[in-house]
C-alpha cells in the first residue's frame, strides 16, 4: 500500500518554493509523515494543546508558519515538525508536495508536504504546542462506515451561520477539516479509496 501510495504521489512532484513578500504572513506548510510497514502504513499526527488561541485541542499535521529564516516551505515544515515533536530533518524523506488550500476557518495558505520514514521514528511533543502525538494506519481512513457529520457556529456577514463538516473518530482523536480532506484527498488520488465526504465550500 505504502509503495502504491508513493509511486502514485509522482504527479504531485516535490516543490520547494518560497511565498512572496505580501503573502508570508499568512502562508504555512505541514508535513504529511508516513511511515510503517508496506501493506499497513500509518500517518502521523498531533494534538493541538488546549491552551492554545487558535484550534485548540485538535488533530492537525506537525508544521506551522512561513518565518523569513526558512529557505523554502519544505524547510517550513520540517522545521516545524522538528520544534513541535523533535522530528529530525534527516530520519524522512519529503516526496511530493500536494495542492495548497486554506483551512475552512482561517484565511492563510497551507501547504502539505509527503515524507516518507523507513526507521523508528523517536519523538517528543513540545508541551507549550503539542499534548499528544499519535499514529493512525491508513486503512482505518478507508472504513466509509466510520464517517459522520457534526454542525458548528461560524461568524458570517449575515451574523452566525451553522455549516456541517465531516469527521471520523480514532480512539479519542476526532479527525476533521483541513486535515481530514488532505488525507482523504490523498488516498483517493493514488489508491482510487472513493471516499466521498461533503465539505462545506470556503470562498475568501
Known amino acids: ?20 513578500s505580501g503573502d508570508a504572513k499568512n502562508t504555512a506548510a505541514v508535513l504529511v509523515l ?7 502504513p500509518k500517518v502521523l499526527l498531533t494534538q493541538r494543546a488546549m491552551h492554545l488561541k487558535t484550534h485548540a485541542g485538535e488533530v492537525a499535521f ?8 526558512d529557505t523554502d516551505l519544505l524547510q517550513t515544515a520540517l522545521r516545524e515538525a522538528n520544534e513541535e515533536v523533535g522530528l529530525q530533518a534527516e530520519a524522512v524523506k519529503p516526496i511530493a508536495t500536494l495542492p495548497t488550500a486554506s483551512p475552512r476557518r482561517r484565511e492563510i495558505s497551507v ?19 503539542i499534548s499528544t502525538i499519535f499514529n493512525v494506519p491508513l486503512t482505518f481512513f478507508l472504513r466509509h462506515d466510520e464517517y459522520k457529520y457534526f454542525e458548528m457556529e ?23 477539516g483541513f486535515t481530514l480532506k488532505v488525507l482523504t484527498d490523498m488516498l483517493n488520488d493514488t489508491i482510487d479509496a472513493e471516499i466521498d ?3 462545506p465550500f470556503h470562498s475568501k
Open 1 to 20: 500500500m505504502l509503495s502504491t501510495i508513493a509511486n502514485r504521489l509522482s504527479r504531485f512532484p516535490l516543490k520547494k518554493w518560497e511565498p512572496t
Open 34 to 40: 508516513l511511515h510503517g510497514d508496506n501493506k499497513n
Open 62 to 69: 506537525p508544521g506551522g508558519m512561513w518565518d523569513s529564516i
Open 111 to 129: 501547504t502539505p508536504y509527503v515524507a516518507l520514514a523507513s526507521g523508528p521514528l523517536h519523538l517528543n511533543s513540545e508541551s507549550d504546542e
Open 154 to 176: 461560524i461568524p458570517s456577514e449575515e451574523g452566525i451561520r451553522e455549516i456541517r463538516f465531516p469527521y471520523i473518530t480514532f480512539k479519542k482523536f476526532k479527525i476533521w
Open 197 to 199: 465526504l461533503d465539505y
